[in-house]
């Protein structure tokens, strides 16, 4: 599979990841901040911005092995690894099946408990949904919890237009693929790696409760609540999130 992606900067790699139904382009602010010190590699995943579109269903395990066969052409050994809300999901899959490929790891705005029945019948039922009406459907829905407080009109118009943007069959295939995800909490335990975690204290999804499942199942945890901001702490403050992230990376990143 061969994604779209930006890679710029020097120096150590650091990839992030977007999550659903959003494209690399999520990352815009970051990768111009972290470029400064970092090679940074921002893929659109498999079925959204310029990648090619795979119908129906996308694994998590899929999407994580598109972006191992990238960094592979890329010619990278070794990287972080930074994933926000389904690709928070996709980081855990990279680091938890070759955990001696990455340096850190950053989970914003995401989960690590599988899914739940109901969640599985639920995603399903939207993804038909969207496969019938388009993209509005998932977007009405995403306006129920997305945005918290200090989300500028500004910050609404730039990433309703992306979601608008995400082709229905790619934004489908993975609701779908969602719908199978596994529980990656005996795994992360496994893991002797400093990790990021992030979250708005007004997400409507991945909230407290869920951030503190997921620092428990951490051996090296380093937790930021981005107060008054919703699912999307990259955009809503990405002043704070951005310099949080970049001393982060800075004091993890190999010598």
């Given at each position: 599979?061969?994604?779209?992606?930006?890679?710029?900067?020097?120096?150590?790699?650091?990839?992030?990841?977007?999550?659903?139904?959003?494209?690399?382009?999520?990352?815009?602010?970051?990768?111009?901040?972290?470029?400064?010190?970092?090679?940074?590699?921002?893929?659109?995943?498999?079925?959204?911005?310029?990648?090619?579109?795979?119908?129906?269903?996308?694994?998590?395990?899929?999407?994580?092995?598109?972006?191992?066969?990238?960094?592979a052409r890329l010619g990278i050994e070794r990287a972080a690894v930074v994933g926000l809300s389904m690709g928070g999901l996709v980081a855990m899959d990279l680091v938890t099946t070759r955990p001696a490929r990455w340096w850190a790891l950053g989970l914003?705005?995401?989960?690590?408990?599988?899914?739940?029945?109901?969640?599985?019948?639920?995603?399903?039922?939207?993804?038909?949904?969207?496969?019938?009406?388009?993209?509005?459907?998932?977007?009405?829905?995403?306006?129920?919890?997305?945005?918290?407080?200090?989300?500028?009109?500004?910050?609404?118009?730039?990433?309703?237009?992306?979601?608008?943007?995400?082709?229905?069959?790619?934004?489908?295939?993975?609701?779908?693929?969602?719908?199978?995800?596994?529980?990656?909490?005996?795994?992360?335990?496994?893991?002797?790696?400093?990790?990021f975690v992030c979250a708005g204290s007004e997400d409507s999804w991945s909230n407290e409760a869920v951030t503190t499942e997921i620092i428990d199942h951490l051996r090296r945890p380093e937790l930021l609540v981005v107060e008054g901001v919703g699912h999307?702490?990259?955009?809503?403050?990405?002043?704070?999130?951005?310099?949080?992230?970049?001393?982060?990376?800075?004091?993890?990143?190999?010598?």
């Open positions: 599979m061969e994604l779209a992606f930006d890679d710029a900067g020097a120096g150590p790699c650091v990839v992030l990841i977007h999550g659903h139904p959003f494209d690399r382009s999520l990352w815009r602010t970051q990768v111009k901040v972290l470029a400064t010190k970092f090679r940074v590699v921002a893929p659109d995943l498999r079925g959204f911005g310029a990648s090619p579109v795979t119908p129906y269903l996308v694994t998590l395990r899929q999407y994580a092995e598109d972006v191992e066969e990238l960094l914003v705005a995401t989960t690590a408990e599988p899914v739940t029945a109901q969640e599985q019948a639920i995603r399903r039922e939207r993804a038909d949904l969207v496969e019938r009406d388009g993209m509005q459907v998932l977007l009405d829905y995403m306006h129920t919890g997305l945005y918290g407080p200090r989300a500028t009109p500004e910050m609404r118009s730039r990433v309703d237009a992306m979601m608008a943007r995400a082709p229905v069959a790619g934004a489908a295939a993975a609701l779908r693929g969602r719908a199978e995800r596994p529980d990656y909490r005996p795994r992360l335990r496994e893991l002797d790696i400093p990790t999307l702490p990259n955009i809503e403050a990405e002043d704070a999130f951005t310099s949080s992230l970049m001393e982060f990376l800075a004091r993890r990143a190999p010598r």
